[in-house]
């Protein structure tokens, strides 16, 4: 008991200033500076419940109890505005029980089963990891913040407890929403917690820390008031005869077949937990409900990460497409059947002769024999950079991509990224690195994969890795989905590109990454000079992409440019870029893009990048489908993941993450517990 007393100072107080307290009847209170001190207090009331105040004290408060001794029913304890900073926010999962009495076995696990959902919700959000306590009647979870003690930030953990409330709180076991305030107090771990008769059914346990990480690490602001903010605002009314239409929330569930296994309802929100998810029939209750707030605001949670981005809107869409405005969304669907009529690619053979398709439509067309492109037929792969993305919609099958950039600039990290995406979106994707081996492409793919909470530091530099028992997992998900080309086979381009035709074909290929244009081998190639082979290169790839309906990005570096970097820059002939359908543009935000980016963005412009704290920018330089030009979308690179993130703290989940949920490793002892 004293021990586990000593741990939990040493942890949550170090030398600072201790305020240690009992609660009821009696109230005693002391204030001390040292640990061992405190404890040895504690220690003469052992059978007492203690507590403790968690937050940094301000060292004034210290003078309240001479010599550091513990008084009963004193004048002052810790206020709110005693507190200087915030440095711990405390998740409390308790069970749902008669008041005034201890919890039984049955009902404690229910709250380790909440307890363990929360801990995996808030780490696939991006949380450290925290430490872990037994309260001896449910569960506590505590996180290492740094804030100050003022209103917004008070305001701040208030809305994010409410939000773990409305997800998480049942009928068994309640969220406690009530423990925002600064000053508050929490359990002493190591002592007792005594409520009613100690009784075999309900019995007196003493409290304790189950786990600590190795390095305590602080969870940012940003991610708290992401979970914060995903509060549901209410569903716009709509208006007929100048009457308001309210939406009926039953009424859309039962019309619509939505099954409900379960529904409970407080005074903040009612929940209807589904039988399955409305996107994937394999998330069984109780993984999956719809929230109403009291002030009629609607949400959807699926706890999967395949489903993590999924909202209310997206589900009532799913089911009237047309009830909010929007821009068209690709269905995932593939064909990678040669377009009938069209004269696709076929390799040139030595004497720059190529048999054509047989071709029967007409050399000129009437307007009438013209079909029409329906833009909800498009199939767009998501490139998962948010502000392209919103910007063009991503990459459409049968186009051909452009991406070029100087060194260090992120050309080859965002299509690594991209091949990630679409294999989580359904497709599959084979790609082609010219300048690294295979090993090395997996070791940035599989970080990237992973994500900051499961890499791991190699203890030199800023280089990270993907520990072994993460390796498995990821393999199993991209398995005959994401190809790499073999580098033993050369890179003479008319075996490869041969290669990847009949790699299209029999895999059913979606998206094919090239990289990069100066590594391959024209010797044999059609043309002339180079730039004449690079010309026909470029136009066989926009063939190969229209034939095949895939989408290819291919890599071409640029000539050493005197300033900004600019879409003539880019290597080979001006052919290049007419025939590419998207030209993306990858610039490193340091002073060097600062000062010559200015003459050409302005200084407003530039300012704005640097004040935004952008790492790197992909530039749109040309989209053809729809004139997008002149388009900028900033990001922020990650060192512990090698990704490029749309803002800071994102924490992209992709599906591989569920088989550790599903067969819980023991990858780490938190995981051991939940």
Avoid at 84 to 98: N, S
């Amino acid at each position: 008991m004293l021990n586990e007393i000593k741990k939990t100072f040493e942890i949550f107080k170090s030398e600072r200033v201790i305020e240690v307290r009992t609660v009821g009847k009696k109230v005693r209170s002391g204030y001390f500076s040292a640990c061992e001190k405190a404890a040895e207090h504690v220690m003469k009331y052992p059978n007492e419940t203690w507590y403790f105040v968690l937050n940094k004290i301000n060292s004034g408060c210290h003078s309240r109890t001479q010599s550091e001794q513990i008084l009963e029913n004193p004048k002052e304890t810790t206020a709110d505005h005693d507190i200087e900073r915030r440095e711990w926010i405390l998740i409390d999962a308790d069970p749902i029980r008669t008041s005034g009495v201890s919890s039984t076995d049955e009902e404690k696990e229910f709250a380790h089963k909440t307890i363990g959902k929360i801990y995996n919700y808030l780490r696939d959000a991006g949380f450290a990891k925290p430490v872990v306590c037994d309260s001896g009647n449910g569960y506590h979870l505590l996180y290492r913040i740094d804030l100050l003690n003022k209103s917004e930030n008070t305001d701040l953990i208030k809305q994010f407890l409410e939000t773990l409330d409305i997800l998480f709180s049942d009928e068994r076991v309640s969220v406690d929403k009530s423990v925002f305030n600064a000053s508050r107090i929490t359990k002493l771990y190591g002592s007792w917690a005594k409520k009613g008769s100690n009784t075999v059914e309900r019995p007196h346990r003493l409290s304790k820390i189950i786990h600590i990480p190795d390095d305590i690490k602080l969870t940012s602001v940003d991610l708290i008031r992401k979970i914060a903010e995903s509060l549901p605002k209410p569903e716009k009314q709509t208006y007929r005869n100048n009457y308001a239409n309210t939406f009926d929330l039953r009424d859309f569930m039962t019309k619509h077949g939505i099954s409900i296994s379960k529904e409970t309802q407080s005074k903040d929100a009612e929940k209807f937990v589904l039988d399955e998810c409305v996107f994937d029939p394999n998330h069984k209750a109780p993984d999956a409900a719809i929230f109403q707030l009291a002030n009629g605001a609607i949400a959807y949670k699926c706890f999967h990460s395949s489903c993590a981005d999924k909202t209310w809107q997206d589900v009532r869409q799913l089911y009237e497409p047309q009830c909010y405005e929007r821009k068209y969304e690709a269905a995932q669907h593939r064909d990678t059947k040669p377009v009938t009529g069209y004269a696709g690619y076929v390799p040139p053979d030595e004497n720059n002769s190529s048999p054509e398709q047989e071709n029967t439509d007409p050399r000129f067309l009437k307007m009438s024999d013209i079909k029409a492109v329906d833009r909800s037929k498009i199939v767009t792969v998501k490139t998962g950079v948010r502000m392209l993305d919103t910007k063009i919609g991503g990459a459409n099958k049968g186009e051909l991509s452009i991406w070029s950039g100087g060194n260090g600039s992120g050309k080859s990290t965002v299509l690594s990224q991209i091949a990630l995406d679409s294999v989580q979106a359904g497709f599959n994707v084979a790609m082609f690195s010219g300048e690294l081996t295979a090993h090395r492409v997996k070791n940035w793919l599989y970080l990237q994969a992973a994500g900051r909470q499961y890499t791991e530091h190699v203890g030199i530099s800023d280089a990270f890795y993907t520990p072994q028992e993460y390796v498995a997992p990821i393999d199993n998900w991209l398995s005959d989905k994401l190809w790499l080309y073999n580098n033993y086979y050369g890179t003479e381009v008319n075996s490869l590109l041969n290669d990847f035709e009949n790699h299209i074909k029999d895999h059913q290929t979606d998206v094919v990454i090239i990289d990069n244009l100066m590594v391959l081998d024209t010797t044999k190639y059609t043309g002339s000079d180079k730039y004449e082979k690079q010309t026909t290169l470029v136009k066989t790839l926009s063939d190969m992409a229209k034939r095949y309906n895939a989408h290819i990005h291919f890599v071409c570096h640029p000539r050493k440019p005197a300033g900004f970097l600019r879409k003539d820059d880019i290597s080979g002939t001006a052919d290049i870029t007419n025939i590419a359908d998207n030209v993306f543009i990858c610039h490193r935000v340091n002073r060097d893009f600062e000062r010559q980016a200015t003459q050409f963005l302005g200084e407003k412009k530039v300012k704005n990048f640097i004040e935004l704290r952008y790492t790197n920018i992909i530039e749109v330089c040309k989209n053809r489908d729809l004139g997008i030009i002149d388009h900028f979308a900033g990001m922020y690179f990650e060192i512990e993941s090698k990704r490029l993130l749309n803002e800071q703290h994102e924490n992209k989940l992709y599906n591989w993450q569920e088989s550790l949920k599903n067969n819980w490793q023991k990858v780490e002892s938190l995981e051991e517990i939940f």
